[in-house]
């Protein structure tokens, strides 16, 4: 801590070392593009000046406190002139927008710093960009009190959260999104979906967030949605320090006895010290009919037989196997060498044998066991505990320190913590059955989340023309889900049965994302050449995810249902993913206020990912010492008892007047192959592309980007073994099926093209039309084509992979009308069209889930969006996506076909598309008190209900259904440096709620919970 300070003094003595009296700022044309090498000096004295480097930015130094006029000069536009006045160590910000000389000036434009944090910056980035674009910018964010980027995009044209915690674009299912940090794809984390949840990021750290709706060569072309970028917060012009301490109080879980399951020490810090893990290596089997051979061993004869050549059980009812178990008597001294052919004499050597040295053998073999099974921690049932206020700080320094005549460096130093509870005594858990009976069910769950995020970001200019940039971005985040289930109708044929289950489920994740940028400008060749690459370390563990199920049958309570055991599941995941971009971009007939470049590039992107899974099954002995994994008997129906570790220690018994031993309960690994698979994804990617401005009003941009993907999965120990597709030894113990790699390698080529008329551009108003097409492709994710199965916790149901999915092809078409207006007011009206082959959908089939492709399907919308400006004071932001999906859906049952399992069509359909929403509605209405410095916004986002488990034969669909959102936030500036917050968030606490799509009117939730609503108070300070 000492360390820290004295750096940050030092930084602070380096930021006041160089203040002699600052002027920096950015030079743009009215396009809103950087001008490289826009000269700046001061009149009178040309020797004190500089030059725009490759972003257009500029820094001069001034040691004299009297007036001076800088004049800004660039061949073909108009010079400029500013009139100013500086202070010793004052950093003074202008920025200039350049005229073409060609066109009349009427007015020197001359405003703040761009921040890009800022909505007036976002908004001309909007206006001037070829592609279609929306945004939320982090000045919008401090307006609603979105705490992560999760809930601050949702109030994006055409974004919604869905309830699992991803978001959908154009009511697209989140598979169709690509995301991205600064323009580098991260990892998704997940082990069932193809994109990651936005809710670990947050929003503190975030300058604002880009959603591209029209593709671009320059951008990946793996998405149908949305090209989502996460721009993070950059270094300011002058020293900056900002703090903020949230409070929060939730109406069903603060203070509430909520569940509470155990916990470590790190749990706090969003991570697990060990105390759940445990190794996985050498787990020792508990043999219940230990033979022969095994029991002589344990009693010390092994050398005897190794000396007769025997190294492994005999047949006992053989000729030969007796005579080996008759000299193993003889070596115990149970049986006289005289006697070994007497049968009397035998059968009393047999008898004394069972009732001792057997039993003392079973106790030999089994006790190693029986104590590696008391270790695992009997942590089953759920307790209670109280839980705490949420909690969250944030903490953020930067500056921008002159290092010479022309470098600099810049630093951001970010750091956020976040600790909150959720909680819903009375949720609900149902499961439709066509035939016999449906399964209703009331939840308790409890969801306790930590997690902490850093940013630090170090970039430094060598000169105008030259510079480097280091980020270095760690996300680390755990959350403990806890659920008991109270229900009935859990058999078919039993349906009084009441049906318990405690589900522990604790994830963590990291994500380490590093990054380095380079920017370099050639005034010879006016290029401008961009690298950068990103690497990603992350992982999802999950260590021990437990699943205890009982049920109570006539009075009597046992373990274990059939497809439900009671299980320990440890999982790993690891994806590493590389991701890299070139571009080099040049002036084509360069002509002032116009743009007109060519840019080339490439990218390449590797994705490594590792799953591994340890399960543990809870096993019972029956009354002769038979293993039971499946339903087994809990005496005295005392599942606590049951459960102590005791239990597991090898206990003496008489059965049937015989002594016996035993463990009442063990544990059994379900050591399978699909437990452990591999896989790697690669994109190889080339584009060329032309920004030509025709004339003041036509502007045109496109080309094309040739991708081709090379991907693969498959079970590890298949891929070691060279098993080939099809191969018989593919098939695993239990399963029913062949578990082949998937593999996808293709070449994609996707072409695009953006159309600008600028039918007005004026001071009053500028109104855009845009038309757009493009071609994008989805692949199928890693863990979509790996064929093996894993149990999801929310669904409660097995989710298979299908190594034959093909990549989704779409073609885009959107159409759009938009008008700028003084005062900040805006409105925009867009079309658009998507037509996709081989739409990828999340099938259920009774017991399992799969993808498959479906072959036709399309989308067609229309959103409207708008930002008034009411009064000088009052704003609102509001938008509208209506759409309308349809997919042609063949309908399959899911067979064994020797061996290989077979989706044979039965029926055709047509319904909506899987993940899609049929509208969205955000709004925002924002008003500033002036005098009294206080800010109040109240907001609101609802999504209509859409397709989240598309079913198959017997078993309906199940919709997401909408949900009214309304958030209100209250902030009052006090003094200088702080503003005090009150935000109330989902103030009307309505469900997330999933359906079944039932043809009579009976209305049966899936599954629903709430969350309560949440009142947060904030105190945040900066310099």
Known sequence: MQKFIVFLLLILSLSNSYGQGTVRGKVTDKNGESLIGVTLVVKGNTSIGAATDLDGNFSISVKDNAPFVLVVSYIGFNTQEENITISNNEVIVRNFTMQSSSVEVKEVEISAKAVKAADYYMENMKKQSSSTIDYVSSETIRKTGDNSVSSAISRVTGVSNTSAGFITVRGIGDRYLKTAVNGAVIPTLDPFTNNIKLDFIPANLVDNIIITKTASPDLSGSWAGAYVSIETKDYPEQLTIAAETQIGYNTQSTFQNVLGGERSSTDWLGYDDGFRDRSHSGFIDYVARPSQFQEMVALGLGNFYLGLGITQSWDPTSQAGIDLFKLGLVELGLLAPALINDPAAFNQAVSTYQSGPALDAFSTINTPAAEQNKKFSNSWLIGRRK?????????????????????????????????????????????????????????????????????????????????????????????????????????????????????????????????????????????????????????????????????????????????????????????????????????????????????????????????????YVLGGTDSS???????YLIPDNDTEAFLEPSNFAVQSY??????????????IENDVPGNRTIGYSEVIAYYAMIDYSLSFKWRASGGLRVEHADIFADIYEYDRLGYAAGDIRRKAEGDNFLANPGIINETKWLPSLNVVYKYRDDESKSINIRANYSRTTAYPSIREITENNILDFELRSTVFGNSTLKPADVDNFDLRWEGYFKNASNISISAFYKKFKNHIELLNFNDANTWTNVDDSYVVGLEVEGVKKLTKNLEIRANVTAIKSETNVVMKSRKDVNGVIVLTPYDTLVRPMYGQAPFIINAIVNYNFEKSRVNVTLSYNIQGKRLVIAATENVPDVYEMPRNVIDFKVSKQLGKHFTTSLTVRDILNQPVQRRFELETDEKLDYDSFRWGRSVNLGLNYRL
């Open 387 to 615: 839980a705490p206020l949420n909690f969250s700080q944030s903490f953020g320094i930067a500056n921008q320190i002159k290092t010479g005549k022309q470098s600099a460096l810049g630093f951001l130093f970010g750091l956020r913590y976040g600790s909150s509870v959720q909680f819903d005594s009375d949720a609900k858990l149902n499961r439709f059955r066509l035939e016999g009976n449906t399964f209703y069910s009331t939840q308790e769950f409890t969801k306790e989340t930590n997690n902490w995020s850093a940013l630090m970001k170090l970039s430094y200019k060598f000169n105008p023309n030259h510079s480097l940039g280091f980020l270095f971005m760690p996300n680390v985040g755990g959350s403990n889900n806890l659920r008991t289930i109270v229900g009935t109708g859990i058999f078919e044929d039993q349906p009084d049965a009441i049906y318990y289950s405690n589900d522990q489920f604790y994830e963590e994740r990291k994500q380490l994302i590093y990054q380095v940028q380079s920017d370099h400008y050639f005034p010879f060749a006016k290029a401008r050449i961009h690298m950068d690459a990103s690497y990603t370390d992350g992982s999802s563990d999950i260590p021990d995810y437990r699943s205890l199920s009982t049920f109570l049958l006539n009075g009597q309570m046992l373990s274990g249902i059939g497809n439900l055991p009671n299980t320990r599941d440890y999982r790993y995941l690891g994806e590493d993913l590389f991701d890299s971009r070139f571009s080099i971009e040049f002036p084509l007939a360069e002509k002032p206020g116009k743009s007109r470049k060519i840019k080339i590039g490439g990218a390449y992107t590797y994705l490594d990912r590792e799953f591994n899974q340890f399960e």
């Open 654 to 667: 008489n059965f049937q007047g015989l002594p016996k031993r035993r463990s009442n309960i063990i544990y």
């Open 625 to 631: 010492g038979n293993i039971q994994s499946g339903s």
